[in-house]
């Protein structure tokens, strides 16, 4: 009996998975024929609460492209991949602190922020630099308008998931 409710309980999760992964999948379908731009499935990936690194996301793309890469994924191949990788917890958002102590690394005064300027220069310069449209998308709702400074605390508080 427990063993029934329990296969029960996880269809139902992939059921609701499945239609989550549909709803953001069909957002960028524009021709409604269950394809998508392969560029767009980064962000299908986030808006599902992932966070991969571009490392992984070009191996997402690669496990799910046709074996002759048309620029274009199809849903049927996405789906069984993009349920794997939620149902495992892949591609988790880094945890608070761990996101204060990168700030913090970055602001040796400890001022609590960081200049737009030096904001854009760590993230454009340093790493896995970010491309000109994830700048803006940050700086659009990291930055403080009448300071020209993101508070990194209020930030991180804006970008954390609940896991709850």
Do not use: W
């Amino acid at each position: 009996m427990a063993e029934e409710r329990d296969a029960e309980g996880t269809e139902a999760l992939i059921a609701e998975l499945h239609k989550k992964i549909k709803d953001a999948f069909e957002v960028f379908d524009h021709e409604s024929n269950n394809t998508v731009d392969v560029r767009e499935i980064g962000t299908i990936i986030r808006s599902l609460g992932c966070c991969p690194t571009e490392g992984e996301l070009h191996d997402f793309i690669a496990e799910i492209e046709e074996e002759e890469p048309t620029g274009y994924i199809r849903f049927e191949k996405f789906i069984p991949v993009m349920t794997r990788a939620l149902v495992e917890r892949r591609y988790r958002p880094a945890a608070e602190d761990i996101l204060l102590r990168a700030f913090e690394v970055l602001d040796p005064a400890k001022r609590g922020f960081l200049t737009k300027d030096e904001l854009v220069k760590y993230m454009t310069e340093e790493g896995e630099p970010f491309s000109q449209e994830e700048m803006e998308e940050m700086l659009s709702a990291a930055i403080d308008p009448e300071s020209n400074t993101i508070n990194y605390r209020d930030y991180i508080t804006m970008m954390v998931v609940d896991e709850n």
